[in-house]
């Protein structure tokens, strides 16, 4: 890497943003292909590999000086497929003279890793993916549904659970994604109003008996179900649910609108205060 390269995720996403122009969803295998044949280790390979253990992956070819980015085929979803290229992408371009012996990332390393390079990875593919300021143009101030994740989610060829993430680390508003596992939460990203507002939710906690995920088709709306105080964290709430069946996955998009609004430049300054205590 020279000098004038990016040195953390989401500049090295920014330069390439820029350098190919606002054009999406972004060709992840295009730029991977492209850009790194300036390095004496390039991608040369992007393609498909039947591996249980992982849904993508960063492997060296050490007979050829290069790197292949796999990704697994039983993956149903282009969204999710997309992402997890971009997932390895950033892990070559962040990671690889660190881990010389690449990555394997399972489901939940590729979307709510808990491991500072996996989220570095994520946070490398969301900003590659989705840049901040179009999405913030998609969005703009419209009422989160699902209606509005299904749009974002085809523009930037992401899953909706990469877009619904995307919105609560972009919106001023007091918002959550809680996701869980056979009715348990298994990680959860919040805003930073939701942040400042001290609203959690821990790993291992049970979805809350009437909230929309645990109802399933009971209280399924496309604008989402407002739910009164004492669902999600003793405060009213609307849950827009999301459902991944292969994965035996609930997302739940929280939206805590008695909480008011956090100014969009407060927001940046939280995104780049939790992204220093984050790498540090």
């Known amino acids: 890497m020279t000098k004038t390269e990016p040195k953390t995720p989401r500049a090295w996403a920014n330069m390439l943003v820029s350098a190919w122009g606002p ?3 972004v060709d992840v295998r295009q730029i991977a292909y492209e850009y790194s044949k300036r390095f ?3 991608v040369l390979k992007i393609v498909e590999a039947d591996v249980s253990t992982f849904e993508g992956a960063l492997y060296p070819l050490r007979k050829k000086g290069g790197w292949a980015i796999l990704y697994n085929p039983s993956i149903s979803s282009p969204g999710r497929i997309n992402y997890t290229l971009g997932h390895e992408w950033g892990h070559y371009l962040c990671h690889r003279t660190a881990a010389p012996g690449g990555f394997e990332c399972g489901a939940t390393d590729v979307l709510g890793g808990t491991l500072d390079l996996e ?3 994520d946070l490398f ?3 590659l993916l989705m840049p901040l300021d179009d999405f913030r143009a998609q969005v703009g101030n419209q009422r989160m549904t699902l209606d509005l994740l299904r749009h974002c989610a085809d523009r930037y060829g992401v899953s ?4 619904a993430l995307k919105w609560t680390e972009s919106t001023s ?3 959550a994604v809680v996701v869980a596992t056979n009715g348990y939460v298994n990680w959860f990203r919040r805003s930073a109003a939701a942040e400042r507002a001290g609203l959690f ?3 291992g906690m049970e979805l809350p008996a009437a909230s929309a995920a645990a109802m399933g088709d009971v209280l399924i709306a496309a604008d989402g179900v407002d739910l009164p105080p004492g669902v999600w964290a003793n405060r009213p709430a609307r849950e827009v649910a999301l459902f991944a069946d292969k994965y035996e996955m609930t997302i739940s998009l929280l939206v805590f609108e008695d909480l008011g609004f956090m100014p ?3 927001i940046e300054e939280e995104v780049e205060d939790t992204f220093d205590r984050f790498v540090r």
């Open 40 to 42: 004496n280790d390039p």
């Open 23 to 25: 054009r999406f969803p």
């Open 119 to 121: 989220r570095e990875a």
């Open 201 to 203: 939710f821990p790993p």
């Open 264 to 266: 969009l430049d407060w």
């Open 125 to 127: 593919s969301s900003y």
């Open 160 to 163: 909706l659970t990469a877009a």
């Open 173 to 175: 508003r007091c918002a």
